[in-house]
């Protein structure tokens, strides 16, 4: 183990950070996380917890995994070290190119001896800023997963929050196409209460869950018969983990850089309604046809992704000297 790079991740970001972590050490990694304290309500307290961990982390981290670009101020510093950052979305979509965060964003991103970014739709401005910057595709632990376990009563399931990250708009649009091409009486529509047009997508007929623990988040989309992803042309987290249980999930334009081998159900965004209803037919066997699950486990398991870490974190220390 001596000779392997000791690692602590800086923060986390839709478990991100933890997946690689729980992954790793299950392989004999010297890895560990902090979480920021606003995981831990922001309080001046929490400020101190997080310091008081990221000092006594300081003399065995050998380099600080950044996740989220903004954030990796707390990688220089009283406790410097070099450092990777990985981009994560808005960060590098919206922010990188925004006056009062571009400074601040330059910063991280110049100063990261690696680059990641997780989505392929950021490819083009991730690599104009930094063309080392490598494509990490989201981690996620099949293993984790519940089995899938659809309802007595057909479900839809819009697994993503309710705001302008996710399609705003056009994501509401087609909760009311899906909406209009199912009906109500007979399947339940169903997403999070979560995010700033919730109240929205239950004006159109969407029945909202309350926020929940990330099991129970799992255990309620494992009941759906089919998952609805965001309209970004993206898999986040939440699209990725209904794939590996099984649902099967209808996409709109998926952007460019996915396998060509994407399990999905992949749709143009004014079919994604007659999508869901065709899919609701025989969920079954459209399971077994896209085979999530086993797509999932050769591009997105944690572990299929530690030579590429550990790779990256090579090239980080390396550029660091």
Known sequence: MSDQIRVTQLFDCADVGKTIVK???SHGKPWKIIQGPWTRGGTKAAYYRFRLEQAAAYPRTQLWHVNMG?????????????YAL??????????????????????????????WYMTPDVREKAESVR????YFPIPVEPDELPAWSPAS????????????SKGGDALLKTAADVVAAVGQK??????????????????????????????KFLLEMASAHVAVGQVAGILAT???????????????????????DLATVSVARA??????????????????????????????????????????YAKALENAR
């Open 23 to 25: 992954a790793g050490v």
């Open 70 to 82: 903004g954030r990796a101020k707390w990688a220089r510093g009283m406790f410097s070290r070099p």
């Open 86 to 115: 990985t981009l994560h979305g808005t960060d590098i979509r919206e922010n990188y190119w925004q006056d009062q965060h571009h400074a601040v964003m330059k910063s991280d991103i110049d100063g990261a001896g690696h680059v």
């Open 131 to 134: 063309p080392d910057a490598e």
């Open 153 to 164: 009563r057909p479900r839809v399931f819009f697994p993503s929050r309710w705001d302008a």
């Open 186 to 215: 007979d399947v339940d529509i169903v997403g999070l209460d979560w995010g700033d047009r919730a109240a929205e997508a239950a004006g159109l007929g969407v029945t909202l869950l309350p926020k929940m623990p990330k099991d």
């Open 238 to 260: 939440s699209e990725l983990e209904a794939l590996g249980i099984g649902v099967p999930v209808v996409v709109a334009d998926p952007v460019p850089g996915y396998p060509d």
């Open 271 to 312: 079919d994604v309604g007659q999508a869901v209803l065709e899919s609701l037919q025989d969920p079954r066997s459209l399971s077994n046809r896209l085979d999530g699950p086993s797509y999932v486990r050769r591009n997105h398991s944690a572990e299929v992704m530690l030579p590429r870490l550990e790779a990256g």
